[in-house]
T-cell receptor
Framework: TQLLEQSPQFLSIQEGENLTVYCNSS?????LQWYRQEPGEGPVLLVT?????EVKKLKRLTFQFGDARKDSSLHITAAQPGDTGLYLC??????????????FGKGTKLTVNP | GAVVSQHPSRVICKSGTSVKIECRSL??????MFWYRQFPKKSLMLMAT?????????EQGVEKDKFLINHASLTLSTLTVTSAHPEDSSFYIC????????????FGPGTRLTVL
């Protein structure tokens, strides 16, 4: 059972279009992070959202954390070919031992065609 | 800031040998580091949490005797894949947490392991 459901898994759009990626869970996260990963490289952190209902903007990217801290979305406005990549959401859970670990969604492979 | 390195970036070994992968936090101290495994076109799966000066905490289904983790200092954690087999071939990625809870994880560039 996937703890964090991410959709869509694949997305191919034309330059200039808008898109939204969703991450949903039945678990409450202490924070949620969005990453972008290029082939053969480690994930690069885009943003961290912590407060329920929080909205953060990073140029053309808008990130939202659900009020109940169970879901999040990434919206890209006027997508460009340079946005092509794998986008991963990751929710932070507090373990029984008191430490924090990330659970990742399966990722969204975005292709923006010129 | 918050740069994490991994070495080697790519390794090919024969079945039955052991391979050590290093993860270093270059400009900060990390009391906690994490080791992930990523199969092609799949997401990252947490293998273990590595705490400086103590034993690693392994996720369910991960063999601790096969994947040895040593976090000897605040800037270095190592993962040793013992008696590697072809099914161990994967992309191994480490991350380092800055400090305490609610802090972000910064990822290394990954190590591609191929076992022949």
């Amino acid at each position: 059972t996937q703890l964090l459901e991410q959709s869509p898994q694949f997305l191919s759009i034309q330059e200039g279009e808008n898109l939204t990626v969703y991450c949903n869970s039945s678990s409450v996260f202490s924070s949620l992070q969005w990453y972008r990963q290029e082939p053969g490289e480690g994930p690069v952190l885009l943003v961290t959202v912590v407060t329920g209902g929080e909205v953060k903007k990073l140029k053309r990217l808008t990130f939202q954390f659900g009020d109940a801290r169970k879901d999040s979305s990434l919206h890209i406005t006027a997508a460009q070919p340079g946005d092509t990549g794998l986008y991963l959401c990751a929710g932070a859970l507090i373990t029984q031992g008191g430490s924090e670990k990330l659970v990742f969604g399966k990722g969204t492979k975005l292709t923006v065609n010129p | 800031g918050a740069v994490v390195s991994q070495h080697p970036s790519r390794v090919i070994c024969k079945s039955g040998t052991s391979v050590k992968i290093e993860c270093r936090s270059l400009d900060f101290q990390a009391t906690t580091m994490f080791w992930y495994r990523q199969f092609p076109k799949k997401s990252l799966m947490l293998m273990a949490t590595s705490n400086e000066g103590s034993k690693a905490t392994y996720e369910q289904g991960v063999e601790k005797d096969k994947f040895l983790i040593n976090h000897a200092s605040l800037t270095l954690s190592t993962l040793t894949v013992t008696s590697a087999h072809p099914e161990d071939s994967s992309f191994y990625i480490c991350s380092a947490e800055t400090s305490g809870l609610g802090n972000e994880q910064f990822f290394g560039p990954g190590t591609r392991l191929t076992v022949l």
